[in-house]
């Protein structure tokens, strides 16, 4: 389910905007995106200003985030540039269950790239149902167009 | 998770399945020897190239630690004790490609979380091994 970004009219935030997200709508003072996945996008204006933008963005069917601080060399640092964090509403929840050594190992993997372990869990297995899917796809189109062939 | 199993269990195909899994020996006694490692696994009267009757045999002489061992007809499968819970939110797409994925793997209806946490530890093996520390 695609999610919904309404901006203020903003020239120096518009084209970070248009680049990460789907321009769907326009009115003089805001413009509407549309977006599917996760997106970072840099805000390109300083941290007082960046608080005041973030308050007046809204979010339909997703959430919005301004990290204050990222990971960086192993620790966390704090944000230099502001950047909008936003996601799709995430309603379905998957309970698994780990060994404590399969959990550590996991913990650890996600420390090493600044992620939280049931945030890593999920990036790692959407990866590979995402690659799986696409592969799938692909072998379908390459099966239809030699039946093409064949005809 | 330790193993010990008898030394005749250890053929070339299932040492080389262990030392997939990141399984290391530590210790060999008279006819057995004790392994240990982290990830789940499966041990066939196939693989061993005996007959079922002589696989349960074997498979009586298997202890587990840290996990437990079922065995049915000619599979064992050694788990270890699952203590911590996860919990993870997916979007709506995801969940719709997770379900779609699972289905066209052959894991249906509640097995959605099992396709989940066997992708992830897959996944987690694939890393440890690029890492090299397998």
């Known amino acids: ?19 990460h997200l789907k321009k769907i ?12 996945v996760e997106a970072i996008i840099p805000l390109n204006v300083d941290w007082p200003e960046a608080v005041d933008l973030y ?3 809204k979010v339909e069917g997703g959430y919005k985030r301004l990290p204050l601080s990222w990971y960086e060399n192993g620790q966390n640092v704090p944000a230099r540039q502001p950047v909008l964090f936003v996601a799709p509403k995430r309603n379905n929840i998957i309970r698994i269950r780990l060994s ?5 190992l996991l913990k650890r993997d996600a420390r090493e790239v600044g992620e939280s372990v049931s945030s890593w869990a ?30 | 998770m330790k193993i010990m199993l008898p030394k005749e269990m250890l053929s070339s195909r299932v040492a080389k399945g262990f030392e997939e899994l990141g399984y290391k020996i ?38 587990v630690e840290g996990g437990k061992k079922i065995r049915r007809g000619g599979e064992l499968s050694i788990t270890p004790l699952r203590s911590r819970k996860i919990t993870v939110r997916l979007s709506q797409d995801e969940y719709e490609a997770l379900k779609k994925a699972a289905k066209e ?26 890492k090299g520390e397998f």
């Open chain 1, 122 to 151: 999920r990036k790692l297995v959407m990866n590979i149902v995402w690659e799986y899917l696409e592969r799938e796809k692909f072998k379908e189109a390459m099966r239809k167009a030699k039946e093409k062939e064949g005809c």
């Open chain 2, 105 to 130: 793997r052959g894991y249906t209806g509640r097995k959605l979380s099992s396709f989940f946490r066997d992708t992830l530890i897959s996944a987690l093996i694939a890393r440890m091994e690029k």
């Open chain 1, 1 to 19: 389910m695609p999610y919904l970004v309404k901006i203020p009219k903003d020239p120096r935030v518009e084209k970070a905007f248009s680049f």
């Open chain 1, 25 to 36: 709508g326009e009115t003089d003072e805001f413009i509407l995106y549309q977006g599917i």
């Open chain 1, 100 to 104: 404590e050594e399969e959990y550590e």
């Open chain 1, 55 to 57: 308050q007046r963005i």
């Open chain 2, 26 to 63: 530590i210790s060999e006694e008279d006819g057995s020897v004790t392994l240990e490692g982290v990830f789940s696994l499966r041990i066939t009267a196939t693989l061993l190239n005996v007959g079922i009757r002589k696989f349960a045999e074997l498979c009586e002489k298997v202890t």
